[in-house]
């Protein structure tokens, strides 16, 4: 019922930003929850962010907040993953995944979504 394409990923150097694209198509009616996750080698899979498409509300994990900003352009059917002052640990594959109704509240947990994206690869490396 639902697809979701991330883009955006690429080799950026520490201190550099990037914009993650998540591109969601299908009946995307029911699916307002959209989160933001990232793996790295050897570790598990982390939530970053989420927002609710039809009011706004955003939420941030620690290690990201303050740098990253997660926006939605709903016309577009796409939600955006702004992050700056890149580190080297935020290398991973970043994933986006949504979240059927009737769940309206934003979750850092991997089991709270229904539908993932195949994730794009972000390296912050010199």
């Known amino acids: 019922q639902l697809r979701l394409v991330e883009s955006g990923g690429s080799l950026v150097q520490p201190g550099g930003s990037l914009r993650l694209s998540c591109a969601v198509s299908g009946f995307t009616r029911n699916y307002d929850i959209i989160g933001w996750f990232r793996q790295a080698p050897g570790r598990e899979r982390e939530g970053l962010s989420c927002?609710?498409?039809?009011?706004?509300?955003?939420h941030y994990v620690d290690s990201v907040k303050g740098r990253f900003t997660i926006s939605r352009d709903n016309a577009k059917n796409t939600v955006y993953l702004q992050m700056n002052s890149l580190k080297s640990e935020d290398t991973a594959v970043y994933y986006c995944?949504?979240?059927?109704?009737?769940?309206?509240?934003?979750?850092?947990?991997?089991?709270?979504?229904?539908?993932w994206g195949r994730g794009t690869q972000v390296t912050v490396s010199s």
């Open positions: 927002i609710n498409s039809s009011d706004g509300n955003t």
């Open positions: 995944a949504a979240a059927a109704h009737p769940r309206d509240r934003c979750s850092d947990f991997s089991d709270y979504y229904d539908y």
